[in-house]
């Protein structure tokens, strides 16, 4: 059986993601702080395992002992083990003069800590584990270009790369080393692409570009979207490039 652990669950491309990854071979673990109502009714119509918390991913006290009690029970006799840390807010958006004092710390313990918490746990819990153990931090283009506006989301999208070249190089130095990869997923139609269109061209001025590529029917559906994620996850050379982007590798269809 294998075990893949999801944050961002209820919305978006991690709902994406957990709808085609219900399955009786695998046991689903979800996180977000709210439910998702659909993905239960699946997993009940497909006999799927899925175990959902409701947990607040910003508060790091209380992530931490959810991911040490996920993580400490983790059956010896998986196939393999995953962590898609998926969550991710993209507020506050301002320019830097205007930033709020108190979305910057939900924003860095978000996209950030919780994932270095949750990989940290993950690999404590799996580290007899001989078979493969594979992390995804879902990062983004932002994290690697610079956006006005976009400082904090820039910024936590960064840390979220270097924070993976960093485990990929510890991870080295073990016969069942984990692989790990940052990957900028593409744009993709979810309620984040919502709000990036509704913000202020005075706080952002790169909107148009994004209204453009909806009103030109060029995002990615989260569905789509998570397919290829998932067939990313089992490539046989998967952690080789740890800074990576969903678009170096286009659905046969597609044009690079
Ligand atoms: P959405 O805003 O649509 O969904 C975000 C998900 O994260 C929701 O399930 C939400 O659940 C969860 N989440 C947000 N805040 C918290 C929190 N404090 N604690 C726990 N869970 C939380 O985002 P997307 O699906 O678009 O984005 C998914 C990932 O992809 C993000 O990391 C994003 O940065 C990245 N990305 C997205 C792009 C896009 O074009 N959409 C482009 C590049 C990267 P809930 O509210 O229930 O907690």
Redesign the pocket.
Known sequence: MEIVIL?????????ALASLLLSPERRLIC????PNPELEAAARAQSAWLDYYL????DLEATDMLAQSICDELPADASRFVLIN?????APVARVEALPYDGIGAALN??VAAAMLLTSRFLKGTETFAGARRIVN????AARNPYEGWGVYCTT?AALDMFTRCVKLEQARFANSAAIVSL?????D????AAVRELDPEDFPNVERFRSLKANNLLAT?LDTARRIIEFIARPDFGTTEIDDLRNYPSPTETP
Do not use: F, H, W, Y
């Not at 947990?55 to 910003?58: E, F, K, P, T, V």
């Open positions: 944050t961002g669950a209820s919305r978006g491309l991690g709902a996180i977000a702080r709210q947990q607040d991913l910003a998926n969550a991710g807010t993209l978000l996209n879902i990062s983004s283009g999208k900028a997923p593409g744009v993709i979810t309620d984040m692409q989260p």
